[in-house]
């Protein structure tokens, strides 16, 4: 007996993981064929001998209606047939009568095997019977009929022929039936061999991919399930190529906006170097004092950008804990933070009630980038605008708005990129990726960002982000 594994699974057959899937299916066809050949040919060889039974049992009994209604249903007439005759036709010819007697064509010789139904028929217990029987070892269809009372014709007939026929329809199905399963695994081969060609060209995809690292995509044919396969691994290649472009922009650009602070950096510690080396020229209390100030202000850059930059670089979602929150207490955090370090920049909010499932400290971080963005832009004084607007039952827009020079329009598309600064701004503390984080924050709260115009004359930048409002 079987038994499977104790996690229920089917053990596999260690020979069939070395057999190709083509192979599989050529032979899973021609044990489909085979199955089928043997169901057919015991169909067929049952229905044919029963046929050929049922037409020989018809025949006789003809026959020997006609003997029972003839003289031949006299013992005296029926002991005067040669048996010659009979032999000719191999037929064996007998009267039996209800007590067991019986006579047939000149003695016992040519007397047919009776038995039990027969004498039911000369006892009139049945009409009519018809078996087959053996004699000899030879096989005789024997047919009996009434022929008078207390009496039956009985005829039997020799089954050589019809078992010749037999044989020869025995031998012919299974060879005919083995034709058909070697066809059938030729057919199953084939048809494997064609069927999977596009999971071929996908294989050597793969292969090439591992390989060389292109990501080239697959030609595309028919509509079927291999051809949406297909297209499928063609999307993941897209996508593939499309954030390894988006990692080599990264690197090129994080590489470019790393060198010119760690260039300053190493200018200003080789100067203080050279100051301190004997023999040097002494340099002045205030030069010094001004240079430490630098390479701070170039350390605290350095940090916020490769803290961005790490930020950004993520791929996948933080493992943190997504839970209800309440907007307008993310925003008025983020302000409180804001408001320290923005001078004599004011922020007016108009808050409204809202309710969203997110990240709090990502979101405080997003908002808070937002404002630093428009206390930077804002002229002394200014006035920075933190308006959350509910677009209807389910979205709300959270609006940053300043007074400051606003954007240029054909910077607008491109103030959410990746260390995209507009010609103005070049010159300007930052790192470029303050934006980029607002709209990842964004995207990953299944919300979008934009930029425009602000009514105020400034930039005004907002942000889509789902939820409601809470019902009191």
Known sequence: MRHGRPDGSVPRIAALDQVSL??????????????????VSIAAFVTVRANILETLDANLLQRASAAAQSELADPRQLATIPTEVLGAGDIRLALLLSDGRASSAEGQASAPPLGVD???????????????????????RVVAVQAGPGQALVIAQRLDSTQQVLTKLGVALPIVGGIGVVLAAFAGFFIARAGLRPVDRLTAATERVAATGELRPIPVEGSDE?????????DMLGALAASQEQQRRLVADAGHELRTPLTSMRTNLELLAAASRPGAPTLPDSDRAEILEDVQAQVAELSTLVGDLVELARDDVPLVVHEPLELTDVVLRALERARRRAGDVEFVPMLVPWTLVGDSTALERAVLNLLDNAAKWSPPGGRVRVQMRPLDEW?????VADAGPGIAEEDLPR????????????????????????????????????????PEGGALLAVRLPGRQPRF
Do not use: C
């Open 415 to 454: 103030v959410f990129d990746r260390f995209y600064r507009a010609a103005t701004s070049r010159t300007m503390p930052g790192s470029g990726l303050g934006l980029a984080i607002v709209r990842q924050v964004a995207v990953r709260h299944g919300g979008a960002v934009w930029a425009g115009r602000a």
């Open 22 to 39: 083509r192979a599989r299916i050529g032979i899973l066809a021609a044990l489909v064929a085979a199955l089928a050949v043997v169901l």
């Open 118 to 140: 027969e004498l039911a028929v000369a006892q009139g217990v049945e009409t009519s019977s018809a078996r087959t029987a053996s004699e000899d070892g030879i096989q005789y």
């Open 395 to 399: 979205w709300i827009l959270l609006e």
């Open 226 to 234: 291999l051809a949406r396969l297909t297209r499928s691994f063609n």
